[in-house]
């Protein structure tokens, strides 16, 4: 749109949109030293599981001298829960010679066709039982897939992965056995030991070890940290390292006024306003990846609206600040 000369832009307002994204303190603590500054001055440690998350940890180490540094992930409680809305068991029915007590990165759990129970690498191959709400309760799969395969293909497809909450239950299952053939197969039982500190849900399909990662080499290395490539390893919660907190979200109103003597584009002006603040962020000591700047428009549907130009106003403030938004 062009606007005419002889008429006053006024810029409502654009807001400066810090993200819940990362800040890195480069001040070494420990791990529980590092947690409780974040929770004090920020939101938490950081939880880094998804593509874009690493990608914002390359993007800040990218700028200083930084290999790694924690994050929020660390060693939790040693429980059991089944896949399907991460419901703790009422029934099992575990091997006489399984421990199932064994602190490992994690485990998932395998029917046989006894009807009893063990622990296996979830990263192993297997056949599979799916559950659903109608019909047949279980649906069983002579299909061999990884534990998180077979979670993301029950459901997308049913509703999750068996849940088998009563001896009945577990007698279905030995019958289908019988009728199918078959071993062993995954039911929905996994341990998740490492949980993220600001409590959000482990997406185990999401978070990237890096190679050899966690090998938990003497037996105490219970926190995590994060590598310069966004990628995780553990080591002991007492060595001291920088690390990444969740920075708290902040808004920022801004409303100004442009003149302009001759024809404006409004194209223009809002690209030249958005490189002059994205540099003014770029200049902060603290090293924020998740700013951003996001135009507001009004009900019309456009973002800037027209004055008279008053040529007797002599002021010369044409731009004021609203008070932050929490």
């Known amino acids: 749109?062009?606007?005419k000369p002889t008429r006053?832009?006024?810029l409502?307002?654009?807001?400066?949109?810090?993200?819940?994204?990362?800040i890195l303190i480069q001040q070494p603590k420990n791990w529980t030293e590092a947690q409780s500054f974040c929770r004090e001055n920020h939101l938490d440690l950081a939880t880094v599981q998804s593509d874009q998350d690493r990608s914002k940890i390359q993007e800040i180490?990218?700028?200083?001298?930084?290999?790694?540094g924690w994050m929020g992930m660390y060693d939790g409680v040693c429980a059991w829960r089944w896949s399907y809305q991460d419901q703790a068991l009422v029934f099992q029915n575990w091997g006489i010679s399984e421990d199932n007590t064994t602190r490992t990165q994690r485990k998932c759990g395998?029917?046989?066709?006894?009807g009893t129970w063990k622990t296996a690498s979830c990263d192993e191959q297997k056949y599979f039982f799916c559950y659903q709400l109608t019909g047949n309760k279980f649906v069983f799969f002579k299909t061999k897939s990884t534990w998180s395969e077979t979670q993301l293909y029950c459901r997308r497809n049913y509703v999750d992965m068996a849940i088998i909450g009563s001896l009945a239950d577990n007698a279905y299952i030995v019958n289908l056995f019988v009728t199918y053939g078959g071993d062993e197969a995954w039911i929905g039982l996994n341990r998740n030991l490492w949980l993220w500190s600001d409590q959000s849900s482990v997406s185990w399909l999401s978070v990237k070890w890096s190679s050899g990662e966690p090998d938990?080499?003497?037996?105490?290395?219970?926190?995590?940290f994060v590598y310069k490539t966004g990628l995780i390893g553990d080591e002991e919660c007492s060595e001291r390292l920088p690390f990444f907190c969740n920075k708290?979200?902040?808004?920022?109103?801004?409303?100004?006024?442009?003149r302009s003597p001759?024809?404006?584009?409004?194209?223009a002006v809002t690209t030249a306003v958005e490189e002059k603040i994205q540099q003014i962020l770029s200049e902060q000591e603290e090293l924020d990846a998740g700013s951003s700047v996001t135009w507001r428009v009004q009900a019309d549907g456009k973002i800037f609206q027209l004055q008279e130009n008053n040529t007797q106003n002599k002021t010369s403030a044409v731009c004021s600040r609203d008070n932050p938004h929490p």
Do not use: H, P, W
């Not at 180490?61 to 790694?68: K, M, P, Q």
């Not at 395998?110 to 006894?114: A, S, T």
């Not at 001759?262 to 194209?267: K, N, R």
């Open 8 to 10: 006053l832009l006024v």
């Open 12 to 22: 409502l307002g654009f807001v400066s949109n810090t993200s819940c994204y990362f």
């Open 110 to 114: 395998v029917i046989l066709y006894n």
């Open 248 to 258: 708290r979200s902040q808004m920022q109103l801004v409303r100004m006024a442009v």
């Open 262 to 267: 001759g024809s404006l584009d409004e194209a």
């Open 61 to 68: 180490s990218s700028s200083v001298s930084f290999d790694r």
């Open 1 to 3: 749109m062009i606007l």
């Open 216 to 224: 938990n080499g003497d037996g105490n290395r219970k926190c995590a």
